[in-house]
Structures are given as C-alpha cells and as structure tokens.
C-alpha cells in the first residue's frame, strides 16, 4: 500500500474555523446513512494534517451542514 504525505496545514485560531464546514461534510460521509456523502470533501479532509477532533463537532451540526448543503444543491439544480 501506498502511503501518501498529508498537507501540513498552519492556520490560525481564526483560519481553523473555516475546516468546520469541510469536516462536518466529510464526517456526514462515515455516518451509516450519510445526508450527503460528499466523498471529495472526505477525500481533502483525509489529506489535510488536522486533527479534527479539535473542532469539536458535534451531530446536530454535522447534520445541519449537510442538510444546507443539500437544499442549496436541490436549489441550484432548480434553476
């Protein structure tokens, strides 16, 4: 197997809170029935050097991140 190098990533405090929507819809992936199963964004998550725990994420806004990111998907598909 292949091991690949992971992006070491140095942000600040501020910067940090932008990985809140891109881990929240790369662990909507892992769940057993994801909302959305952004595969990409689990593929980057799983690239970057972070330790997601850090953020502390918690299922209501997993699943809040991933229902927006559906309705906008379903919007735009719309027009």
């Keep these: 197997m292949v091991q690949r190098k992971l ?25 057993p029935h ?13 690239a970057i050097d972070y330790d997601v725990t ?3 994420l918690k299922p209501s806004l997993i699943c809040g991140t991933a229902l927006r990111a559906r309705k906008f998907g379903e919007a735009v598909q719309a027009l």
């Design 54 to 56: 850090k953020l502390r």
């Design 34 to 46: 994801p909302i959305i199963g952004a595969t990409h964004s689990a593929a980057i998550a799983d």
């Design 7 to 31: 992006v070491r990533l140095d942000l600040d405090l501020l910067c940090e809170t932008l990985l809140l929507t891109l881990c929240a819809r790369a662990l909507d992936t892992k769940l």
